[in-house]
């Protein structure tokens, strides 16, 4: 190799190097920017994070016989789901996030449970698809509407594959009126927290909505209680409505 390949080689690695360094950095302060509303939604309670996770661990405590495992899908910074688990009979835990920066935030909650924790890095579905290990709970909050309502179906027909008899699925979603369009939806939740954005910037609140009307795809009820049927859930049923109508917690029984 000549030298002024070897240079062109060495430019075009550390070229790499840079990018993806820039890369990195971008993803970082994206991440630390929507971090920083999401904290606001938590600490003011916007999305009744408190009443959704205080049911969550009444279920864990009131209809789990013995220990259980605990699969926290799109666990984010898994701190709403350990303070719900502590006290409980977890006998270990598995996260899965997209987000490197979210992980790096789980690893100092997960460390204050009394079980094995185990973090992976990586879209859910893509993860649930090649998973074989059983589990006996399962826990999915406000990430499973990203999806078209093939790819949420699918979802929850590997959840029901790694869940025994009697395993739980328990899933925190936006949702729709039982008559009501995606459109609708849409501007009903503008209309509906926008009385709530007195904690938000003009431009958290304006990204927001950006955000929720480019990804969110809600099911109605039915439509969600159906899909886990059509799963292969032998149980299903509605088991809180928050906030503002706009979302529900559905619990489904292998």
Request: hydrophobic share 45%.
């Amino acid at each position: 190799m000549g030298v002024s390949q070897r240079d062109t080689v060495a430019n075009a690695a550390t070229n790499d190097f840079s990018s993806a360094t820039a890369n990195e950095e971008l993803a970082r302060a994206l991440f630390n920017r929507q971090w920083s509303v999401y904290q606001k939604f938590i600490d003011y309670d916007l999305m009744q994070h408190r009443e959704v996770y205080g049911r969550l661990r009444r279920v864990l405590v009131e209809e789990t016989a013995g220990s259980f495992s605990f699969l926290d899908v799109a666990c984010g910074d898994a701190g709403a789901s350990v303070g719900a688990l502590l006290g409980t009979r977890i006998a270990s835990y598995h996260g899965i996030d997209l987000s490197a920066p979210a992980l790096d935030l789980a690893r100092g909650q997960v460390v204050r449970l009394p079980c094995p924790a185990t973090l992976e890095h990586g879209d859910f579905a893509a993860a649930l698809r090649r998973r074989s290990e059983p589990v006996d709970v399962v826990w999915l909050g406000q990430s499973l509407h990203h999806l078209d309502s093939p790819g949420k179906l699918a979802v929850m027909r590997d959840l029901r594959r790694l869940l025994p008899d009697r395993g739980l699925f328990l899933l925190w979603e936006p949702t729709r009126f039982a008559d009501e369009s995606r459109e609708a939806w849409l501007d009903r939740f503008e209309e509906r927290w926008h009385a709530r954005r007195t904690v938000l910037t003009g431009e958290e609140w304006s990204a927001m909505v950006e955000h929720v009307r480019a990804a969110d795809f809600p099911e109605t009820q039915s439509g969600w209680l159906e899909m886990g049927r059509e799963a292969g859930f032998g149980e299903t049923a509605e088991l809180l409505q928050a906030p503002f109508d706009l979302a529900r917690v559905f619990r489904f029984r292998a």
